[in-house]
């Protein structure tokens, strides 16, 4: 069996708002394809949070996992503070 690995990524808390859920954002630099300069783009994903040990500004890591509920595939792997 090939054991694969799961994506991660690290995220910034924005809504902590659920129980056992938050939701953060990822920040990505994308070229514009006509003047070259580098745009801010983001994607805002809902994680699994078991202990509930996020807070709002919280930096994290965050990994792929099987889809727990419709829009949670993500986990909390580490607080990073």
Do not use: F
Not at 64 to 76: A, D
């Amino acid at each position: 069996m090939e054991n694969k690995t799961k994506k991660m990524i690290t995220a910034k808390v924005i809504k902590t708002e659920m129980n056992k859920s938050a939701v953060v954002s990822v920040e990505r630099l994308v070229k514009h394809p006509v003047n070259g300069k580098y745009i801010k783009r983001s994607t805002k994903y809902h994680i699994h949070d078991e202990n509930n040990k996020c807070s709002v500004g919280d930096v994290i890591k965050i990994k792929q996992c099987r889809p727990i509920s419709k829009t949670k595939t993500w986990v909390l792997v580490e607080d990073q503070g």
